[in-house]
């Protein structure tokens, strides 16, 4: 988050970006990190700083106690969550064409993990609070990157100044901040190296979340991350190897692929 903030002040102190659609001409030459966006947009964006944090801290233990496969499966339902925040959020109203395609997305799913139903109440009930953590988070950067006349860059800005000090104290209290700093490796020129470009990444991937949501959907934000799957478990067969072929698995991503590719249809169309 530190590491976000800073390049987006550099990128605005040299006027390469800017923070919102419109600023006005007192926005557009100001170098003070207190006033590139004004208090009262900054509190706008609180609803979107604290789903953030919740889908961060949910999300984090919901990959414990459920194996991959059926993790993915439940996973896959943000999709149904996300229509019905979009809707609640935003007022937005699908066709039967797109509720069509989310269903096989989500058919494809369960298919994919039918041969792992390994049945865990907490580890369960914790995947599914993620998947709405998930849901009203990308459905909160839809309404507030609307209602603020913030950019994705601003929002950004905003929700970092949020959520960092936070983060930064839980940190403290969790006893992960000592952990680090006597970390032995921490000074170390080649795991600066990495930890610079893990950094970069998380910029780059959190803009991308930002930009698609703002530009598109909270809806098409969640079946872009669904197809990351397809690529993941490519990669990682070409990478690593030693992973079983499971005929429902590869029927259930199939299906969750021409899901995915039929709704792009669907947008195109203008369906």
Known sequence: ????????????????????????????????????????????TLPLAFSYLLYMVVSMESVRGISVPMYTTLRRTTIAFTMVMEYIFVGQKHSLSVVCTVAIIILGALVAGARDLSYDSYSYAVVFISNICTAVYLASVARVGKSSGLNSFGLMWCNGLLCGPILLCWTFIRGDLE?????????????????????????????????????????????????????????????????????????????????????????????
């Open 1 to 44: 988050m530190t590491s976000s903030c800073l390049l987006l002040y550099a990128l605005r102190y040299w006027k390469i970006i800017s923070f919102k659609h419109v600023e006005s001409k007192e926005e557009s030459i100001s170098r003070n990190p207190a006033t590139l966006v004004s208090l009262e947009t900054l509190v706008h």
């Open 179 to 271: 952990l680090t700093m006597n970390f032995p490796y921490l000074l170390f020129p080649g795991f600066q190296v990495v930890m610079l470009l893990s950094c970069i990444l998380a910029f780059l991937l959190n803009y991308s979340v930002f930009l698609n949501t703002t530009l598109n959907s909270a809806l098409t934000q969640t079946i872009c991350g669904n197809l990351k799957d397809l690529f993941t478990i490519g990669i990682g067969w070409l990478l690593f190897g030693g992973l079983p072929f499971d005929s429902l698995n590869v029927v259930g991503q199939s299906l969750g692929f021409l899901g995915s590719c039929l709704y792009a249809y669907c947008k195109l169309r203008g369906m």
